[in-house]
């Protein structure tokens, strides 16, 4: 019955959507996806996987595919802070186009530093016509931590030499929905890491208005497609975790989706990169792996067109969807162990879940993984060895 009822309250939002004129009328999604040889089999497919990432019943994916073709009916601003574009890079540069930076190439992005012809006062104009034109309307990516307050000035954009900081209000202000993507534009990222010369803090620090975090260094192009389908899906803000990242991507950690984790459970343990553990592909906690302490869906979604992840590729998780993980996580090839660790959750969570922060002492949790890595080295549950 609630599942009835919310299919049937996506529908009549997708209807009342669909009822807005594409933003680009030559063409529809549809046949963009045909010339670039996507087959409706293969878009289904996509669909259907789409669903399942968002937690909906597989009987949605209908609407999930709809939600997709409407994707032009939504003018986007994305702005470019402090970063080095490489969640623009995830999205869009891949050796062979996926469905979702097909999708997004097409979408009307009203201005996009990187993607965009315009430059100079050109490009300043266009941002400010798109921000006017659709007062209300679109929605804001922001790429990139932000230099603020007395230290704003560390980044000026365009003629006029607005700071980052200005830009990024201005543009917040009239947003239906704002996205920040990226780690950098979460939470600071490596411009926020201690000293933090520039002042750079996360977009949530410098507007009053409700941001969703979409981390990652890069995030996966899967969570940031996959929370802008949810929004066109449900017209409101998706269940959120204590630091506004959407549940359904953020709410188990690397370390219980990991495909080593049975070599953890079996105390079996790289002990140094290149050595018989690593060709084995055992558990990399004891070189550095920060998967126990850190929530994403990495191992689901993968990178380099979904053929691997870096734990598959040989090296562990450096946390880097939580905050200030430039500061809490390093060294990256170090374990936590049972040293006293400050974590981004005050000193709890290792054990917590996106809705539970501070289930456990993180501290008490450190030991119990290093002791587990400890005795194994002792110990070895396959063999039996004391």
Known sequence: MQEQILYEKLNKRLNDLEKLPRLKE??????????????????MKWATAITVMLALPGSFTPLVAKAAKLSDRLPIIWLHMAECTGCSESLLRTDAPTIDSLI?????????????????????????????????????????????GNSAHYLTIGGH??????????????????FAI???????????????????????????????NVPGCPPSEKNIVGTLLHYILYGTLPALDAYN????????????LCERRGHFDAGEFVEEFGDEGAKKGYCLYKVGCKGPYTFN???KNKFNSHMSWPIQ??????????????????????????????TVFKGLGADATADKI???????????????????????PKDGEE
């Open 26 to 43: 030559n063409k529809s999604i549809e046949s963009h996806l045909d010339e670039k040889g996507v087959s409706r089999r293969d878009f």
């Open 104 to 148: 997004f190439d097409y979408i009307s992005l009203e201005y996009h530093e990187t993607l965009m012809a315009a430059a100079g006062w050109q490009a300043e104009h266009n941002l400010e016509h798109a921000i006017e034109a659709y007062k209300g309307q679109y929605i804001l990516m922001v790429e990139g931590g932000i230099p603020s």
């Open 161 to 178: 030499g607005h700071t980052g900081e200005h830009s990024a209000q201005l543009a917040s202000k009239n947003a239906a929905a704002i």
């Open 182 to 212: 990226g780690t950098c534009s979460s939470f600071g990222g490596v411009q926020a890491a201690i000293p933090n010369p520039t002042g750079a803090v996360a977009l949530s620090k410098v507007t009053n208005k409700p941001v969703i």
């Open 245 to 256: 990242r959407p549940k359904w991507a953020y709410g188990r950690r690397v370390h219980d």
């Open 297 to 299: 869906n990495c191992s």
């Open 313 to 342: 590729a040989g090296h562990g998780c450096i946390g880097c969807s939580e905050p200030d993980f430039w500061d809490t996580m390093g060294p990256f090839e170090e374990p936590v162990a049972n040293r006293l660790y400050s």
């Open 358 to 380: 501070g289930v456990g002492l993180l501290t008490a949790t450190g030991i119990g993984i290093a002791a587990h890595a400890a005795i194994s080295k002792f110990k070895n």
